[in-house]
Protein backbone atom coordinates (compact mmCIF):
# COMPACT_ATOMS: atom_id res chain seq x y z
CA UNK A 1 0.00 0.00 0.00
CA UNK A 2 1.32 2.99 -1.11
CA UNK A 3 0.68 6.84 -1.94
CA UNK A 4 1.06 8.26 -5.59
CA UNK A 5 0.52 11.46 -6.83
CA UNK A 6 2.30 12.95 -10.26
CA UNK A 7 1.97 15.15 -13.32
CA UNK A 8 2.29 15.01 -16.98
CA UNK A 9 2.60 18.39 -19.09
CA UNK A 10 1.67 17.59 -22.97
CA UNK A 11 2.80 21.26 -23.76
CA UNK A 12 6.29 22.15 -23.25
CA UNK A 13 5.26 25.98 -22.45
CA UNK A 14 4.28 24.52 -18.98
CA UNK A 15 7.13 23.44 -17.50
CA UNK A 16 7.24 20.88 -14.50
CA UNK A 17 8.47 21.51 -11.14
CA UNK A 18 10.40 19.53 -9.13
CA UNK A 19 9.29 21.09 -6.22
CA UNK A 20 5.64 20.32 -7.25
CA UNK A 21 5.95 16.16 -7.19
CA UNK A 22 8.13 16.54 -3.75
CA UNK A 23 5.42 18.75 -2.30
CA UNK A 24 2.48 16.26 -3.25
CA UNK A 25 4.81 13.19 -2.05
CA UNK A 26 4.97 14.92 1.48
CA UNK A 27 1.32 15.23 1.93
CA UNK A 28 1.31 11.27 1.32
CA UNK A 29 4.04 10.51 3.98
CA UNK A 30 1.16 8.46 6.29
CA UNK A 31 0.12 6.33 2.96
CA UNK A 32 3.73 5.02 2.94
CA UNK A 33 6.69 6.02 5.78
CA UNK A 34 8.92 3.05 4.90
CA UNK A 35 10.39 5.21 1.70
CA UNK A 36 9.66 7.93 -1.06
CA UNK A 37 10.94 8.51 -4.23
CA UNK A 38 10.59 11.42 -7.44
CA UNK A 39 11.38 9.98 -10.89
CA UNK A 40 11.24 12.84 -13.54
CA UNK A 41 11.88 12.46 -17.31
CA UNK A 42 10.47 14.54 -20.30
CA UNK A 43 7.24 16.42 -19.55
CA UNK A 44 6.45 13.44 -16.68
CA UNK A 45 7.03 13.48 -12.74
CA UNK A 46 5.91 10.49 -10.79
CA UNK A 47 6.06 10.87 -7.01
CA UNK A 48 5.87 7.68 -4.48
CA UNK A 49 5.26 7.06 -0.82
CA UNK A 50 5.84 3.07 -0.02
CA UNK A 51 4.46 1.05 3.05
CA UNK A 52 6.54 -2.34 2.36
CA UNK A 53 4.53 -5.53 2.30
CA UNK A 54 6.32 -7.38 -0.67
CA UNK A 55 9.62 -7.24 -1.48
CA UNK A 56 10.62 -5.35 1.47
CA UNK A 57 13.98 -4.50 0.88
CA UNK A 58 13.98 -4.29 -3.41
CA UNK A 59 10.66 -2.68 -4.16
CA UNK A 60 11.59 0.69 -4.07
CA UNK A 61 9.33 2.54 -6.64
CA UNK A 62 8.85 3.65 -9.14
CA UNK A 63 9.35 0.26 -11.09
CA UNK A 64 10.72 0.21 -14.66
CA UNK A 65 10.92 -1.75 -17.66
CA UNK A 66 14.28 -3.18 -19.05
CA UNK A 67 15.45 -0.05 -20.70
CA UNK A 68 14.15 2.37 -18.43
CA UNK A 69 11.82 3.59 -21.15
CA UNK A 70 8.35 2.90 -19.03
CA UNK A 71 8.44 4.29 -15.37
CA UNK A 72 5.45 3.15 -12.99
CA UNK A 73 3.83 3.92 -9.57
CA UNK A 74 1.13 1.45 -8.23
CA UNK A 75 -0.96 1.81 -5.08
CA UNK A 76 -2.35 -1.22 -4.00
CA UNK A 77 -1.76 -5.41 -4.40
CA UNK A 78 -1.59 -7.44 -7.38
CA UNK A 79 -2.54 -10.87 -6.33
CA UNK A 80 -1.89 -13.10 -9.15
CA UNK A 81 1.93 -11.52 -9.77
CA UNK A 82 3.25 -14.59 -9.11
CA UNK A 83 1.60 -16.41 -12.15
CA UNK A 84 1.86 -13.65 -14.43
CA UNK A 85 5.87 -13.09 -13.29
CA UNK A 86 6.40 -16.92 -14.70
CA UNK A 87 4.34 -16.26 -18.04
CA UNK A 88 6.08 -12.85 -18.91
CA UNK A 89 9.80 -14.17 -17.76
CA UNK A 90 8.74 -17.20 -20.36
CA UNK A 91 8.02 -14.46 -22.95
CA UNK A 92 11.00 -13.05 -22.81
CA UNK A 93 11.30 -10.09 -19.93
CA UNK A 94 13.58 -9.44 -17.31
CA UNK A 95 12.60 -8.27 -13.90
CA UNK A 96 14.55 -6.46 -11.61
CA UNK A 97 12.40 -6.68 -8.11
CA UNK A 98 10.13 -9.02 -6.63
CA UNK A 99 7.66 -6.57 -6.54
CA UNK A 100 3.91 -7.44 -7.04
CA UNK A 101 3.74 -4.36 -9.18
CA UNK A 102 6.82 -4.83 -11.66
CA UNK A 103 4.07 -7.07 -13.52
CA UNK A 104 2.51 -3.96 -15.00
CA UNK A 105 4.81 -2.41 -16.78
CA UNK A 106 5.58 -5.59 -18.60
CA UNK A 107 2.14 -6.41 -19.41
CA UNK A 108 1.71 -2.73 -20.41
CA UNK A 109 4.84 -3.57 -23.10
CA UNK A 110 2.90 -6.23 -24.43
CA UNK A 111 -0.79 -5.43 -24.15
CA UNK A 112 -1.46 -1.58 -23.58
CA UNK A 113 -4.66 -0.69 -22.30
CA UNK A 114 -5.85 -4.76 -22.36
CA UNK A 115 -2.72 -5.13 -19.73
CA UNK A 116 -5.38 -4.52 -17.16
CA UNK A 117 -7.43 -7.28 -18.16
CA UNK A 118 -4.69 -9.81 -16.51
CA UNK A 119 -4.91 -8.26 -13.33
CA UNK A 120 -6.40 -9.64 -9.90
CA UNK A 121 -6.52 -6.95 -7.14
CA UNK A 122 -6.78 -3.72 -5.66
CA UNK A 123 -4.84 -1.00 -7.35
CA UNK A 124 -4.44 2.53 -8.72
CA UNK A 125 -1.43 3.28 -10.90
CA UNK A 126 0.10 5.86 -13.07
CA UNK A 127 2.69 4.45 -15.49
CA UNK A 128 5.15 6.74 -18.65
CA UNK A 129 5.73 5.39 -21.53
CA UNK A 130 8.80 7.45 -22.74
CA UNK A 131 8.31 5.38 -26.08
CA UNK A 132 4.89 6.93 -26.87
CA UNK A 133 5.30 10.10 -24.55
CA UNK A 134 2.18 9.07 -22.91
CA UNK A 135 0.47 8.62 -19.24
CA UNK A 136 -1.76 5.77 -18.41
CA UNK A 137 -3.57 5.33 -15.10
CA UNK A 138 -6.06 3.11 -14.22
CA UNK A 139 -8.39 2.09 -10.90
CA UNK A 140 -9.07 -1.20 -9.79
CA UNK A 141 -12.83 -2.82 -10.57
CA UNK A 142 -14.77 -2.40 -7.56
CA UNK A 143 -12.38 1.18 -6.33
CA UNK A 144 -10.80 -0.27 -3.31
CA UNK A 145 -7.96 2.75 -4.41
CA UNK A 146 -8.61 5.71 -5.07
CA UNK A 147 -7.27 8.14 -7.45
CA UNK A 148 -8.28 11.77 -8.31
CA UNK A 149 -6.90 13.76 -11.04
CA UNK A 150 -6.85 17.24 -12.60
CA UNK A 151 -6.67 19.02 -16.02
CA UNK A 152 -5.57 21.89 -17.11
CA UNK A 153 -4.20 23.28 -20.46
CA UNK A 154 -3.33 20.10 -21.60
CA UNK A 155 -1.64 18.85 -18.63
CA UNK A 156 -2.87 16.02 -15.91
CA UNK A 157 -2.15 16.02 -12.34
CA UNK A 158 -3.15 12.76 -10.13
CA UNK A 159 -2.94 11.68 -6.91
CA UNK A 160 -4.01 9.24 -4.01
CA UNK A 161 -5.68 11.82 -2.06
CA UNK A 162 -7.07 15.14 -2.85
CA UNK A 163 -4.90 17.15 -0.33
CA UNK A 164 -1.73 16.32 -2.97
CA UNK A 165 -3.28 17.92 -5.51
CA UNK A 166 -4.47 20.92 -3.56
CA UNK A 167 -0.26 21.62 -2.59
CA UNK A 168 0.26 22.21 -6.66
CA UNK A 169 -0.16 25.76 -7.74
CA UNK A 170 -2.33 26.19 -10.30
CA UNK A 171 -5.13 23.96 -8.85
CA UNK A 172 -8.13 26.09 -7.35
CA UNK A 173 -10.15 25.02 -4.15
CA UNK A 174 -13.06 26.33 -5.17
CA UNK A 175 -16.10 24.36 -4.42
CA UNK A 176 -18.11 22.65 -6.26
CA UNK A 177 -21.73 23.43 -5.44
CA UNK A 178 -23.68 20.39 -7.11
CA UNK A 179 -21.54 17.97 -5.49
CA UNK A 180 -22.08 19.72 -2.37
CA UNK A 181 -26.01 19.03 -2.80
CA UNK A 182 -25.34 15.55 -3.76
CA UNK A 183 -23.20 15.50 -0.38
CA UNK A 184 -26.58 16.09 1.64
CA UNK A 185 -28.41 14.00 -0.12
CA UNK A 186 -26.33 10.62 0.07
CA UNK A 187 -24.05 11.32 3.06
CA UNK A 188 -20.74 11.29 0.45
CA UNK A 189 -19.70 12.78 -2.76
CA UNK A 190 -20.46 10.18 -5.63
CA UNK A 191 -17.59 10.09 -8.23
CA UNK A 192 -16.33 11.19 -10.77
CA UNK A 193 -17.27 14.59 -8.92
CA UNK A 194 -15.33 15.65 -5.86
CA UNK A 195 -16.40 18.58 -3.41
CA UNK A 196 -13.68 20.68 -5.26
CA UNK A 197 -14.30 21.73 -9.02
CA UNK A 198 -11.69 21.10 -11.15
CA UNK A 199 -10.73 18.02 -9.11
CA UNK A 200 -12.41 14.88 -10.51
CA UNK A 201 -12.63 11.15 -9.28
CA UNK A 202 -11.22 7.86 -11.52
CA UNK A 203 -14.68 5.83 -11.47
CA UNK A 204 -14.00 2.61 -10.49
CA UNK A 205 -13.14 -0.33 -13.42
CA UNK A 206 -12.05 2.61 -15.50
CA UNK A 207 -8.63 3.49 -16.99
CA UNK A 208 -7.66 6.83 -18.20
CA UNK A 209 -4.89 7.78 -21.16
CA UNK A 210 -3.12 11.02 -22.23
CA UNK A 211 -1.23 11.00 -25.28
CA UNK A 212 -1.31 13.55 -28.27
CA UNK A 213 -2.43 16.48 -25.91
CA UNK A 214 -5.98 14.64 -25.22
CA UNK A 215 -7.35 12.72 -22.47
CA UNK A 216 -9.60 9.92 -22.32
CA UNK A 217 -11.28 8.13 -19.63
CA UNK A 218 -12.99 4.35 -20.19
CA UNK A 219 -14.32 1.65 -18.41
CA UNK A 220 -12.66 -1.57 -18.99
CA UNK A 221 -14.71 -3.99 -16.87
CA UNK A 222 -18.56 -4.67 -16.03
CA UNK A 223 -19.83 -6.32 -13.50
CA UNK A 224 -22.29 -8.20 -15.60
CA UNK A 225 -25.26 -9.98 -13.13
CA UNK A 226 -26.98 -12.99 -15.32
CA UNK A 227 -28.64 -15.67 -12.80
CA UNK A 228 -27.95 -19.20 -14.29
CA UNK A 229 -30.63 -21.43 -13.48
CA UNK A 230 -29.34 -24.56 -15.40
CA UNK A 231 -26.54 -25.06 -12.66
CA UNK A 232 -27.95 -26.95 -9.46
CA UNK A 233 -27.51 -25.34 -6.33
CA UNK A 234 -24.88 -27.39 -4.91
CA UNK A 235 -22.98 -26.44 -7.59
CA UNK A 236 -23.40 -23.00 -7.48
CA UNK A 237 -22.43 -23.42 -3.40
CA UNK A 238 -19.41 -25.89 -4.60
CA UNK A 239 -18.52 -22.36 -7.11
CA UNK A 240 -18.62 -19.56 -4.41
CA UNK A 241 -17.39 -22.17 -1.63
CA UNK A 242 -14.36 -22.41 -3.88
CA UNK A 243 -14.14 -19.03 -5.11
CA UNK A 244 -14.09 -17.62 -1.42
CA UNK A 245 -11.37 -20.08 -0.13
CA UNK A 246 -9.37 -18.54 -3.14
CA UNK A 247 -9.50 -15.01 -2.81
CA UNK A 248 -8.91 -15.23 0.98
CA UNK A 249 -5.88 -17.36 0.39
CA UNK A 250 -4.85 -15.17 -2.54
CA UNK A 251 -5.04 -11.80 -0.13
CA UNK A 252 -3.02 -13.65 2.41
CA UNK A 253 0.32 -13.30 0.03
CA UNK A 254 2.40 -10.68 1.60
CA UNK A 255 5.86 -10.33 3.34
CA UNK A 256 4.73 -9.38 6.59
CA UNK A 257 2.15 -10.12 9.11
CA UNK A 258 -1.65 -10.08 8.16
CA UNK A 259 -4.66 -9.72 10.65
CA UNK A 260 -8.27 -9.54 9.98
CA UNK A 261 -11.03 -7.09 11.25
CA UNK A 262 -13.41 -9.35 13.08
CA UNK A 263 -16.85 -7.90 14.25
CA UNK A 264 -18.94 -11.39 14.30
CA UNK A 265 -20.84 -10.64 11.60
CA UNK A 266 -20.71 -13.36 8.82
CA UNK A 267 -18.70 -11.73 6.21
CA UNK A 268 -15.46 -10.66 9.08
CA UNK A 269 -15.96 -14.01 10.45
CA UNK A 270 -16.39 -16.24 7.29
CA UNK A 271 -13.04 -14.49 6.21
CA UNK A 272 -11.27 -15.08 9.20
CA UNK A 273 -12.17 -18.94 9.52
CA UNK A 274 -10.94 -19.29 6.06
CA UNK A 275 -7.45 -17.14 6.63
CA UNK A 276 -6.99 -19.29 9.85
CA UNK A 277 -6.19 -21.93 7.62
CA UNK A 278 -3.34 -20.46 5.55
CA UNK A 279 0.03 -19.46 7.20
CA UNK A 280 2.49 -20.61 9.64
CA UNK A 281 1.61 -18.07 12.90
CA UNK A 282 -1.89 -18.11 14.93
CA UNK A 283 -4.12 -15.10 13.08
CA UNK A 284 -4.30 -12.20 14.75
CA UNK A 285 -8.00 -10.70 14.96
CA UNK A 286 -9.13 -7.25 15.79
CA UNK A 287 -12.46 -5.93 16.95
CA UNK A 288 -13.89 -2.75 19.19
CA UNK A 289 -16.16 -2.55 21.77
CA UNK A 290 -18.96 -0.04 23.45
CA UNK A 291 -19.90 0.36 26.53
CA UNK A 292 -23.31 0.96 25.21
CA UNK A 293 -24.72 -2.86 24.32
CA UNK A 294 -26.91 -1.71 21.10
CA UNK A 295 -23.82 -0.84 19.70
CA UNK A 296 -21.74 -3.30 20.92
CA UNK A 297 -21.21 -6.46 18.62
CA UNK A 298 -17.52 -7.76 20.81
CA UNK A 299 -19.21 -10.47 21.86
CA UNK A 300 -20.26 -11.93 19.04
CA UNK A 301 -16.56 -11.03 17.88
CA UNK A 302 -15.10 -13.15 21.03
CA UNK A 303 -17.35 -15.95 19.92
CA UNK A 304 -15.86 -16.23 16.47
CA UNK A 305 -12.29 -15.89 17.89
CA UNK A 306 -12.67 -18.41 20.36
CA UNK A 307 -14.18 -21.08 17.53
CA UNK A 308 -11.87 -20.32 15.42
CA UNK A 309 -8.67 -20.18 17.25
CA UNK A 310 -7.61 -16.81 17.07
CA UNK A 311 -5.11 -14.01 18.57
CA UNK A 312 -7.84 -11.53 19.52
CA UNK A 313 -7.50 -8.13 20.36
CA UNK A 314 -10.62 -6.04 21.75
CA UNK A 315 -10.18 -2.48 21.61
CA UNK A 316 -12.60 -0.80 24.14
CA UNK A 317 -14.17 2.44 22.53
CA UNK A 318 -12.85 5.51 24.03
CA UNK A 319 -14.73 8.64 23.91
CA UNK A 320 -12.08 11.00 25.17
CA UNK A 321 -12.42 13.79 23.27
CA UNK A 322 -15.00 13.45 20.63
CA UNK A 323 -14.50 17.36 19.13
CA UNK A 324 -11.05 16.63 18.61
CA UNK A 325 -11.85 13.27 16.56
CA UNK A 326 -13.77 14.93 14.52
CA UNK A 327 -11.69 17.83 13.94
CA UNK A 328 -9.12 15.62 13.31
CA UNK A 329 -11.05 13.38 10.98
CA UNK A 330 -12.19 16.60 8.87
CA UNK A 331 -8.75 17.46 8.29
CA UNK A 332 -7.66 13.85 7.12
CA UNK A 333 -10.72 12.80 4.78
CA UNK A 334 -10.09 15.36 2.12
CA UNK A 335 -13.90 15.73 1.36
CA UNK A 336 -16.98 15.39 3.85
CA UNK A 337 -18.15 11.88 4.60
CA UNK A 338 -20.90 11.64 6.65
CA UNK A 339 -21.12 8.37 7.57
CA UNK A 340 -20.95 7.36 11.62
CA UNK A 341 -19.23 4.73 11.50
CA UNK A 342 -15.72 6.50 10.39
CA UNK A 343 -14.72 7.20 13.83
CA UNK A 344 -14.98 4.15 15.37
CA UNK A 345 -13.44 2.30 12.18
CA UNK A 346 -10.41 5.26 12.69
CA UNK A 347 -10.00 3.80 16.23
CA UNK A 348 -9.79 0.24 15.42
CA UNK A 349 -7.25 0.90 12.27
CA UNK A 350 -5.34 3.10 15.04
CA UNK A 351 -4.87 0.74 17.68
CA UNK A 352 -4.40 -2.07 15.30
CA UNK A 353 -1.74 -0.21 12.72
CA UNK A 354 0.76 -1.45 16.55
CA UNK A 355 0.21 -4.85 15.97
CA UNK A 356 0.10 -5.55 12.39
CA UNK A 357 0.87 -3.54 8.85
CA UNK A 358 -2.05 -5.32 6.29
CA UNK A 359 -5.49 -6.17 7.47
CA UNK A 360 -8.56 -8.16 5.93
CA UNK A 361 -12.02 -6.67 6.05
CA UNK A 362 -15.88 -8.43 5.23
CA UNK A 363 -16.25 -4.70 2.76
CA UNK A 364 -18.25 -6.01 -0.11
CA UNK A 365 -20.12 -9.28 0.91
CA UNK A 366 -23.41 -7.49 1.64
CA UNK A 367 -23.05 -5.93 -1.98
CA UNK A 368 -21.81 -8.55 -3.91
CA UNK A 369 -24.93 -11.09 -2.13
CA UNK A 370 -27.62 -9.52 -0.91
CA UNK A 371 -27.02 -8.74 2.73
CA UNK A 372 -28.96 -5.71 3.46
CA UNK A 373 -32.60 -5.55 4.22
CA UNK A 374 -33.69 -3.92 1.42
CA UNK A 375 -32.15 -6.59 -0.62
CA UNK A 376 -35.05 -8.82 1.00
CA UNK A 377 -37.89 -6.48 0.45
CA UNK A 378 -36.94 -6.56 -3.38
CA UNK A 379 -38.01 -10.37 -3.60
CA UNK A 380 -41.28 -9.05 -2.91
CA UNK A 381 -43.97 -8.68 -6.06
CA UNK A 382 -43.97 -5.17 -7.56
CA UNK A 383 -44.91 -6.09 -11.00
CA UNK A 384 -48.26 -3.15 -11.05
CA UNK A 385 -45.55 -0.62 -9.81
CA UNK A 386 -42.98 -1.36 -12.23
CA UNK A 387 -45.09 -0.75 -14.68
CA UNK A 388 -46.19 2.58 -13.60
CA UNK A 389 -43.00 3.37 -13.84
CA UNK A 390 -42.34 2.54 -17.30
CA UNK A 391 -45.63 4.52 -18.22
CA UNK A 392 -44.49 7.94 -16.18
CA UNK A 393 -41.06 7.85 -16.07
CA UNK A 394 -40.47 10.90 -13.74
CA UNK A 395 -43.66 9.44 -11.25
CA UNK A 396 -41.00 7.83 -9.13
CA UNK A 397 -37.53 8.89 -10.43
CA UNK A 398 -34.91 9.05 -7.68
CA UNK A 399 -33.52 11.71 -9.66
CA UNK A 400 -36.26 13.38 -9.90
CA UNK A 401 -38.06 12.95 -6.04
CA UNK A 402 -34.04 14.25 -4.57
CA UNK A 403 -33.57 17.41 -6.65
CA UNK A 404 -33.68 20.56 -4.68
CA UNK A 405 -37.22 22.00 -5.20
CA UNK A 406 -40.09 22.83 -2.95
CA UNK A 407 -43.11 20.62 -1.95
CA UNK A 408 -45.47 22.32 -0.26
CA UNK A 409 -48.31 19.89 -0.89
CA UNK A 410 -45.87 16.77 0.43
CA UNK A 411 -46.68 15.31 -2.90
CA UNK A 412 -43.29 14.47 -3.94
CA UNK A 413 -42.33 12.62 -0.57
CA UNK A 414 -45.21 10.56 -0.65
CA UNK A 415 -44.29 9.43 -4.24
CA UNK A 416 -40.90 8.64 -2.38
CA UNK A 417 -42.29 6.67 0.40
CA UNK A 418 -44.96 4.89 -2.18
CA UNK A 419 -41.52 3.52 -3.98
CA UNK A 420 -39.79 2.71 -0.85
CA UNK A 421 -42.65 0.35 -0.16
CA UNK A 422 -43.32 -1.43 -3.25
CA UNK A 423 -40.02 -0.78 -5.05
CA UNK A 424 -37.51 -1.29 -2.44
CA UNK A 425 -34.37 -1.50 -4.63
CA UNK A 426 -34.77 2.21 -5.21
CA UNK A 427 -33.55 2.32 -1.63
CA UNK A 428 -29.90 1.84 -3.33
CA UNK A 429 -30.36 5.71 -5.21
CA UNK A 430 -32.83 7.29 -3.24
CA UNK A 431 -31.47 7.83 0.64
CA UNK A 432 -34.60 8.45 2.57
CA UNK A 433 -33.93 10.28 5.85
CA UNK A 434 -31.18 12.65 4.96
CA UNK A 435 -31.53 16.01 3.59
CA UNK A 436 -34.37 14.93 1.02
CA UNK A 437 -35.31 17.47 -1.68
CA UNK A 438 -37.96 19.54 -0.27
CA UNK A 439 -35.30 19.63 2.99
CA UNK A 440 -32.73 21.64 1.35
CA UNK A 441 -34.97 23.39 -0.32
CA UNK A 442 -35.67 25.22 3.21
CA UNK A 443 -32.07 24.58 4.12
CA UNK A 444 -29.81 26.31 1.34
CA UNK A 445 -30.29 30.37 0.75
CA UNK A 446 -32.56 31.37 -2.53
CA UNK A 447 -29.43 32.18 -4.37
CA UNK A 448 -27.66 29.21 -3.91
CA UNK A 449 -30.84 26.95 -4.43
CA UNK A 450 -30.88 29.61 -8.10
CA UNK A 451 -27.55 28.63 -8.77
CA UNK A 452 -28.11 25.02 -8.49
CA UNK A 453 -30.67 25.03 -11.22
CA UNK A 454 -32.72 22.05 -9.65
CA UNK A 455 -31.28 19.58 -11.41
CA UNK A 456 -30.14 16.54 -9.59
CA UNK A 457 -28.32 13.67 -10.74
CA UNK A 458 -28.62 10.38 -9.11
CA UNK A 459 -27.34 7.12 -8.76
CA UNK A 460 -29.02 5.32 -10.84
CA UNK A 461 -28.08 6.87 -14.20
CA UNK A 462 -24.48 5.84 -13.79
CA UNK A 463 -26.17 2.41 -15.44
CA UNK A 464 -27.78 3.03 -19.05
CA UNK A 465 -31.50 1.50 -18.63
CA UNK A 466 -30.23 -1.15 -21.03
CA UNK A 467 -27.59 -2.61 -18.90
CA UNK A 468 -29.77 -2.83 -15.98
CA UNK A 469 -30.59 -6.60 -14.74
CA UNK A 470 -34.08 -7.77 -14.95
CA UNK A 471 -34.83 -8.35 -11.49
CA UNK A 472 -35.08 -6.06 -8.63
CA UNK A 473 -32.74 -7.58 -6.54
CA UNK A 474 -29.83 -7.35 -8.90
CA UNK A 475 -30.77 -3.93 -9.97
CA UNK A 476 -30.01 -2.83 -6.36
CA UNK A 477 -27.10 -4.97 -6.00
CA UNK A 478 -25.40 -3.36 -9.54
CA UNK A 479 -26.15 0.32 -8.42
CA UNK A 480 -24.90 -0.26 -4.70
CA UNK A 481 -21.93 -2.00 -6.11
CA UNK A 482 -21.38 1.44 -8.22
CA UNK A 483 -22.27 3.86 -5.46
CA UNK A 484 -22.74 3.42 -2.24
CA UNK A 485 -20.07 1.03 -1.91
CA UNK A 486 -16.61 2.79 -3.61
CA UNK A 487 -17.90 6.24 -2.60
CA UNK A 488 -18.90 5.92 0.97
CA UNK A 489 -17.39 2.08 2.22
CA UNK A 490 -14.56 1.91 0.27
CA UNK A 491 -13.20 5.48 0.54
CA UNK A 492 -14.09 5.67 4.06
CA UNK A 493 -11.87 2.02 4.74
CA UNK A 494 -8.87 3.82 2.66
CA UNK A 495 -9.10 6.68 4.60
CA UNK A 496 -9.32 5.53 7.84
CA UNK A 497 -6.55 2.96 7.89
CA UNK A 498 -4.35 4.41 5.21
CA UNK A 499 -4.36 7.49 8.01
CA UNK A 500 -2.63 5.07 10.45
CA UNK A 501 -0.27 3.43 7.45
CA UNK A 502 -2.20 0.61 7.34
CA UNK A 503 -3.03 -1.39 4.25
CA UNK A 504 -6.48 -2.88 4.25
CA UNK A 505 -7.93 -5.73 1.59
CA UNK A 506 -11.40 -7.30 1.19
CA UNK A 507 -11.41 -10.75 -0.09
CA UNK A 508 -14.84 -10.49 -0.69
CA UNK A 509 -14.39 -8.07 -3.55
CA UNK A 510 -11.95 -10.15 -5.58
CA UNK A 511 -13.59 -10.05 -9.45
CA UNK A 512 -13.22 -13.55 -9.78
CA UNK A 513 -15.45 -13.96 -6.97
CA UNK A 514 -18.20 -11.36 -8.49
CA UNK A 515 -18.50 -13.36 -11.36
CA UNK A 516 -19.27 -16.43 -9.56
CA UNK A 517 -21.43 -13.99 -7.38
CA UNK A 518 -22.76 -12.83 -10.68
CA UNK A 519 -24.31 -16.42 -11.60
CA UNK A 520 -26.00 -17.04 -8.30
CA UNK A 521 -29.69 -17.58 -8.79
CA UNK A 522 -31.72 -14.87 -6.40
CA UNK A 523 -32.96 -17.58 -3.78
CA UNK A 524 -29.03 -17.76 -3.02
CA UNK A 525 -28.48 -14.11 -2.54
CA UNK A 526 -32.07 -13.00 -0.69
CA UNK A 527 -35.23 -14.61 -0.51
CA UNK A 528 -38.44 -12.57 1.32
CA UNK A 529 -37.16 -13.94 4.58
CA UNK A 530 -33.28 -14.05 4.66
CA UNK A 531 -30.13 -12.65 3.23
CA UNK A 532 -26.80 -13.49 1.86
CA UNK A 533 -28.31 -16.75 1.75
CA UNK A 534 -25.23 -18.62 -0.12
CA UNK A 535 -22.92 -17.20 2.27
CA UNK A 536 -24.84 -18.33 5.74
CA UNK A 537 -24.75 -21.84 3.73
CA UNK A 538 -21.27 -22.02 2.93
CA UNK A 539 -20.32 -20.46 6.64
CA UNK A 540 -22.68 -23.20 8.39
CA UNK A 541 -19.91 -25.72 8.28
CA UNK A 542 -17.50 -22.84 9.46
CA UNK A 543 -18.91 -21.21 12.37
CA UNK A 544 -21.06 -21.70 15.56
CA UNK A 545 -24.98 -21.18 14.17
CA UNK A 546 -25.57 -17.91 16.47
CA UNK A 547 -23.16 -16.16 13.85
CA UNK A 548 -24.77 -17.66 10.82
CA UNK A 549 -28.00 -16.65 11.68
CA UNK A 550 -27.51 -13.30 13.20
CA UNK A 551 -28.59 -10.09 11.32
CA UNK A 552 -26.87 -7.54 9.92
CA UNK A 553 -25.28 -4.75 12.02
CA UNK A 554 -22.41 -2.33 11.99
CA UNK A 555 -20.11 0.16 13.42
CA UNK A 556 -22.33 2.73 15.54
CA UNK A 557 -21.66 5.72 18.16
CA UNK A 558 -24.63 7.10 20.12
CA UNK A 559 -24.15 10.53 18.11
CA UNK A 560 -28.05 11.15 18.41
CA UNK A 561 -27.53 11.48 22.65
CA UNK A 562 -23.99 13.58 21.67
CA UNK A 563 -25.38 16.13 19.79
CA UNK A 564 -28.20 16.59 22.52
CA UNK A 565 -25.68 16.41 25.61
CA UNK A 566 -21.53 16.62 25.32
CA UNK A 567 -21.49 18.24 21.98
CA UNK A 568 -24.85 20.45 22.57
CA UNK A 569 -23.03 23.90 22.85
CA UNK A 570 -20.08 23.83 20.57
CA UNK A 571 -22.43 22.01 17.81
CA UNK A 572 -24.33 25.31 17.41
CA UNK A 573 -21.12 27.40 17.84
CA UNK A 574 -19.71 25.48 14.68
CA UNK A 575 -23.21 25.49 12.74
CA UNK A 576 -24.46 29.11 13.69
CA UNK A 577 -22.60 31.37 15.87
CA UNK A 578 -18.92 30.92 13.80
CA UNK A 579 -20.07 29.37 11.35
CA UNK A 580 -17.58 29.24 7.86
CA UNK A 581 -19.63 27.82 5.44
CA UNK A 582 -22.17 26.90 6.64
CA UNK A 583 -23.47 31.24 6.55
CA UNK A 584 -22.66 31.40 3.06
CA UNK A 585 -24.91 28.90 2.05
CA UNK A 586 -27.66 27.57 4.51
CA UNK A 587 -29.91 29.71 6.41
CA UNK A 588 -29.38 29.97 9.95
CA UNK A 589 -32.92 29.92 10.71
CA UNK A 590 -33.42 26.32 9.07
CA UNK A 591 -30.35 25.28 10.93
CA UNK A 592 -32.12 26.16 14.22
CA UNK A 593 -34.86 24.98 13.83
CA UNK A 594 -33.52 21.46 13.65
CA UNK A 595 -31.54 21.63 16.27
CA UNK A 596 -33.92 22.82 18.54
CA UNK A 597 -35.98 19.72 17.74
CA UNK A 598 -33.24 17.37 18.19
CA UNK A 599 -32.56 18.67 21.52
CA UNK A 600 -36.50 18.75 22.56
CA UNK A 601 -36.56 14.92 21.59
CA UNK A 602 -39.39 16.04 19.03
CA UNK A 603 -37.58 14.79 15.97
CA UNK A 604 -34.16 12.89 15.66
CA UNK A 605 -32.27 14.47 13.12
CA UNK A 606 -28.67 12.92 13.93
CA UNK A 607 -28.02 12.28 10.06
CA UNK A 608 -29.06 15.94 9.03
CA UNK A 609 -27.13 17.63 11.57
CA UNK A 610 -24.07 15.56 11.25
CA UNK A 611 -24.25 15.62 8.08
CA UNK A 612 -24.17 19.56 8.08
CA UNK A 613 -21.05 19.53 11.15
CA UNK A 614 -18.75 17.60 8.84
CA UNK A 615 -19.05 19.99 6.42
CA UNK A 616 -18.37 22.66 8.33
CA UNK A 617 -15.26 21.26 9.96
CA UNK A 618 -13.81 20.43 6.30
CA UNK A 619 -14.63 23.79 5.41
CA UNK A 620 -12.79 25.37 8.04
CA UNK A 621 -9.87 23.20 7.08
CA UNK A 622 -9.85 23.32 3.34
CA UNK A 623 -11.32 26.20 1.86
CA UNK A 624 -11.50 29.19 4.96
Not at 250 to 265: I, K, M
Not at 487 to 493: C, E, H, V
Request: net charge negative; with cysteine.
Amino acid sequence: MCGICGCFHHQTDHPLSRNWIEGMVKTLEHRGPDDRDVHLVDQCGLGHTRLSIIDLKGGRQPLFNEDRSIALVCNGEIYNYRELREELIGEGHRFTTDSDCEVIVHLWEDRGTECLDSLRGMFSFALYDGNSKTLFGARDRFGQKPFFYHLRDGAISFASEIKALLSLPFVSRELDEIALDQFLFYQFVPHPRTMFRGISQLPPAHFILAEKGEVRVERYWSWQLEPDELISEEEHLRRVRDAVQDAVESHLVSDVEVGVFLSGGIDSSLIAALAARHGNRKLSTFSISFPEKQYDESPFARMASEHIGTEHHDFPFAPGDVIQRLESMAARFNQPLADLAAMPLMMLSEHTAKKVKVVLTGDGGDELFGGYEKHRKTRRSAALMRGACRLWPDLFSPSELARCAADPLRFRKLRSRIAYRHLPEQESSYFKGYWEGWNRHRLYTPEFAERLGGAFTGLEQRVSPGDLPGDSLNRALLIDSLGYLPDDLLLKTDYSTMAHSLEARAPLLDHRLAEVAAKLPLDLKATKTETKVALRKIAADLLPPELVTRGKRGFAVPMKNWLKTDLREWVRDRLIDSASGTKQLFRPDAIDAILNEHNSGRRNHTSRIYSLLFFELWHRHYLQ
